[in-house]
């Protein structure tokens, strides 16, 4: 084994040892769609075509996640979705 496949084998360990989680954002009566599509574009940073397709995910599915990274990472962004009212979690 050379020393090139060796580092890549490495790389590649320590990458499956990184938790990702996810926020999942719920569907709910109360907020509208261009409250929801605002919300994730400031806090997700989602760009605007991506805000509006989660935003009927969650409509026609009940569910979706919204972003994905480490829970230190996604705790204060998923906080600033429920401050704005919408239902979200990490899992």
């Known amino acids: 084994m050379g020393i090139k496949e ?6 590649l ?5 990184v938790d990702q989680s996810e926020i999942v ?3 709910d009566d109360v907020n509208t769609f261009d409250h929801v599509i605002e919300t994730l574009i400031k806090v997700c940073e989602h760009t605007p075509e991506q805000a509006e397709q989660c ?6 599915n009940g569910k979706c ?6 829970y230190s990472f996604l705790k204060p962004k998923c906080s600033k979705l429920l ?3 919408l239902s979200a979690e990490i899992v």
Do not use: C
């Open 65 to 70: 996640t919204v972003k994905t990274g480490e």
């Open 83 to 85: 401050e704005a009212g």
């Open 6 to 11: 060796k580092v890549s084998e490495e790389v």
């Open 55 to 60: 935003s009927l995910i969650v409509h026609y």
């Open 25 to 27: 954002l719920f569907n």
């Open 13 to 17: 360990l320590e990458e499956e040892i």
